[in-house]
């Protein structure tokens, strides 16, 4: 082969990767890797101190050409505002201050408890013969003599009286032999002279084998007048009580609920660092009863009427508020 074949054939047999056609080797330098400046820390400024902008209210929408901006049309007061069917406008509601020390003030002793209740071999119970209670032929009801209006209570049972001994609590004779006695008690609402109501209230052991009554305390007191007869109040005081329930207020008012009773009664507790909030809603059917009851109220309708009573620690008295408010009960 001649020397130019050769040259030829060479280098064509070296792209194929034929034997024998060593392949031209290139020699590369290794790099040298510098190693990184030192570049010192940056050292980062507080920002400037930009003051607040001021944010000015936008400025109205551009009208286009020829659209002139109309003024608010004047108020007209002598039309009422629209109630959006929301029902009447609230009546606006003024606070009258109680002064409680102007209530009549009653000594009372505790209320029995069922510690104290006597033992079924116990023939003669503590206390006096009631006079007051009416027991029917056969003991087959127990009511309250001399009265028209109240209720009894003959253990679980309450129920309302009603004139000449009526009404009452529906009762079977009888015992286990060892609840023999069972607390009674009854409360009765009288009209008195100057606008008040005679409140009553007794509490006696009842012998459900004997049918007799003994009573072991009794607490009466003339109620007075407040926001127009819807609630009538009077304050007792237990020298022998324990702490916190020393002093009272009672309130008499309308009977709040589902039954026919003529009146309810409620205690609340004065003492420093108590406080009470209520609010009663009454039915035109239960003023009706109460006023049959002999209350004098001079509100008709549904009404609504709150007290809120609070006494702070290191005050010599509570302080107390009391409101009207008309109402509308629910149709639920």
């Known amino acids: 082969m001649s020397r130019l074949g050769r040259a030829l054939l060479l280098p064509a047999l070296a792209a194929l990767g034929c034997a024998g056609a060593p392949a031209p080797r290139v020699m590369v330098a290794a790099a040298t890797i510098s190693p990184p400046p030192n570049v010192a820390a940056a050292t980062i400024a507080p920002p400037p101190n930009v003051a607040a902008a001021t944010i000015a209210p936008p400025a109205p929408a551009a009208f286009p050409d020829g659209w002139v901006r109309a003024a608010p049309a004047p108020l007209d007061l002598r039309r009422p505002p629209s109630s959006l069917s929301l029902?009447?406008?609230r009546t606006i509601v003024a606070p009258t201050p109680l002064r409680l020390a102007d209530l009549p003030l009653i000594e009372v002793t505790p209320t029995p408890t069922d510690a104290e209740r006597p033992g079924p071999n116990v023939l003669s119970p503590?206390?006096?013969p009631s006079r007051e209670i009416f027991v029917a032929k056969g003991c087959s009801r127990v009511s309250v003599r001399n009265h028209a209006v109240g209720e009894i209570s003959v253990?679980?049972?309450t129920l309302p009286i009603a004139p000449q001994s009526g009404g009452g609590v529906m009762f079977s004779p009888g015992g286990d032999g060892h609840d023999r006695?069972?607390?009674?008690?009854?409360?009765t609402l009288d009209r008195a002279p100057g606008g008040g109501l005679i409140y009553r209230e007794t509490q006696a052991w009842f012998d459900m084998l004997t049918c007799k009554a003994f009573d072991v305390r009794h607490m009466e007191a003339v109620a007075q007048p407040l926001v127009g007869g819807l609630n009538y109040a009077f304050r007792t005081h237990c020298a022998s009580c324990k702490a916190g329930t020393t002093d009272r207020?009672?309130?008499?008012m309308p009977n709040r609920g589902w039954g026919d009773g003529s009146f309810d009664h409620r205690e609340i507790a004065l003492a420093p660092g108590l406080s009470t909030s209520q609010l009663d809603t009454f039915s035109d059917a239960a003023l009706r009863r109460f006023r049959a009851s002999g209350a004098a109220t001079t509100r008709a309708g549904d009404v609504t009427v709150g007290l809120e009573v609070v006494q702070g620690i290191g005050e010599p008295e509570p302080t107390a508020m009391i409101y009207v408010s008309d109402a509308r009960l629910s149709n639920f």
């Open 249 to 252: 207020l009672h309130l008499i």
């Open 181 to 187: 006695y069972t607390l009674a008690s009854w409360r």
């Open 126 to 128: 503590p206390g006096e």
């Open 155 to 157: 253990g679980w049972g």
């Open 87 to 89: 029902g009447p406008q």
